[in-house]
């Protein structure tokens, strides 16, 4: 049975990879680009932190419900067309987002992408569990979520790259331009899937799929880490970019942006952490890095700007690393409707980026950076009695 998934080592399994590396990259690139930009549209359009922040917020907070609908299209239209066509509108949407004329404008266009972006993280993780070989599925996980990692940081680097050296405007239509070219190169590279034929799912089928999964507590339980562990990193990343802009750090858009090339620890991490997960255990390496993420938080209290970068690099090390194994980890223990379960991870997932991150808002706002903080540690230490739940016999 093993030679009808994809095997390690093969051209297809190269070229499978590469192509969910890609759609991680497209997908986070365009999601997060504005976020180093906050800044930008609160003095250009007038509007204060938390409503800069919304550009993020309506984006993840439309992705997390269309979760919920993506994966049963790619039930009854195929994983890999339905995530094809996501990425393309993502990056017409995406150009289009660099054309607005005012700020409502942007935050429509942001929420429409919300839309059509939920198409490749509610279904690239199932295609990586039915389509390649068992023992390799922490690893190719892992390549998913580093592909999603760099996209995050390349797209928060060159828009502020691209705003310093001309405005922000040519920075999001040249990173839609990129999304489109790499959205190709997916369709090329990434095989037909053979586990997942599409058939027509009915609306009662779609809702007992999912009551199925409701029955399953520790599932349900479990899935809530994506809103905890995402709600923590776009908080602190949300107002990081404010916390440099002030007295006495006062820094230009090109280093706020060029801090997210810590998005390569992630990168790392997803990978390295997810191997360890294999040989390990799932709950006991994804404890440890739930514990980098809050060292690495403590240690951005610290009033020296280097020890503030090395606590973003850490907490975002800890953060893909536990991230990447709760996908994984959610995706395995789902027996039956796999789609769905992943769906239902990233809805809490997103959820926590819109939900929290604009709450974070409110911890700036009236306690400063230490609120912040303050605010992610909760997060994170209520992960610690959910993994304990989920991995109870």
């Known amino acids: 049975m093993s030679?009808?998934?994809?095997?390690?080592?093969?051209?297809?399994?190269?070229?499978?990879?590469?192509?969910?590396?890609f759609a991680?990259?497209?997908?986070?690139?365009?999601?997060?680009?504005?976020?180093?930009?906050?800044?930008?549209?609160?003095?250009?359009?007038?509007?204060?932190?938390?409503?800069?922040?919304?550009t993020v917020s309506f984006t993840t907070g439309l992705l997390a419900i269309l979760l919920l609908v993506a994966a049963p299209l790619s039930d009854r239209f195929g994983r890999k067309r339905v995530m094809a066509l996501?990425?393309?509108?993502?990056?017409?949407?995406?150009?289009?987002?660099?054309?607005?004329?005012?700020?409502?404008?942007?935050?429509?266009?942001?929420?429409?992408?919300?839309?059509?972006?939920?198409?490749v993280p509610a279904i690239a993780m199932t295609y990586?569990?039915?389509?390649?070989?068992?023992?390799?599925?922490?690893?190719?996980?892992?390549?998913?979520?580093?592909?999603?990692?760099?996209?995050?940081?390349?797209?928060?680097?060159?828009?502020?790259?691209?705003t310093d050296l001309f405005d922000w405007r040519i920075a999001l239509g040249s990173i839609g331009l990129i999304a489109l070219i790499l959205s190709i190169l997916f369709v090329l590279f990434l095989p037909n899937p053979k586990h997942s034929a599409g058939h027509k799912m009915r609306p009662r089928e779609i809702v007992h799929n999912y009551t199925d999964l409701f029955s399953d507590k520790r599932l349900l339980v479990l899935?809530?880490?994506?809103?905890?562990?995402?709600?923590?990193f776009i908080a602190l990343y949300n107002y990081f970019a404010f916390l440099l802009m002030e007295p006495p750090y006062e820094q230009s858009y090109s280093v706020i942006g060029s801090i997210y090339i810590v998005y390569l620890a992630g990168t790392f991490s997803s990978i390295y952490m997810g191997r360890k997960a294999d040989t390990f255990g799932k709950p006991a390496v994804i404890k440890i890095s739930i514990g980098i993420m809050a060292s690495g938080g403590l240690l951005t209290l610290m009033p020296s700007l280097t020890a503030k970068i090395i606590g973003i690099v850490i907490f975002t090390f800890g953060f893909f690393g536990a991230h990447s194994i709760a996908s994984a980890w959610v995706s395995q223990k789902a027996e039956h409707h796999r789609a769905q379960a992943s769906s239902l991870y990233l809805l809490a997932y997103y959820l926590g980026s819109s939900i929290a991150g604009t709450i974070g808002g409110f911890f700036w706002t009236s306690f400063h950076w230490i609120g912040v903080i303050s605010f992610v540690l909760v997060l994170l230490a209520l992960a610690y009695p959910v993994i304990w739940f989920a991995q109870k016999r």
Do not use: C, W
């Not at 994809?6 to 192509?19: E, R």
């Not at 990586?128 to 070989?133: A, G, K, N, Q, Y």
């Open 3 to 21: 030679d009808i998934y994809i095997q390690p080592g093969t051209k297809t399994y190269h070229f499978a990879s590469l192509a969910l590396f």
């Open 128 to 162: 990586v569990v039915e389509e390649f070989d068992p023992a390799a599925l922490g690893k190719v996980m892992g390549l998913y979520i580093a592909g999603s990692s760099l996209g995050g940081m390349s797209g928060r680097l060159l828009a502020g790259l691209f």
């Open 24 to 54: 991680g990259l497209v997908t986070f690139a365009t999601i997060y680009t504005t976020q180093p930009l906050l800044p930008v549209f609160a003095n250009e359009f007038n509007v204060s932190a938390s409503a800069a922040s919304l």
């Open 86 to 119: 996501s990425m393309f509108l993502t990056a017409i949407i995406g150009m289009l987002t660099a054309v607005s004329p005012d700020f409502t404008t942007l935050l429509l266009l942001r929420a429409l992408l919300g839309v059509v972006v939920a198409g």
């Open 223 to 232: 899935i809530t880490l994506g809103f905890l562990l995402m709600g923590g």
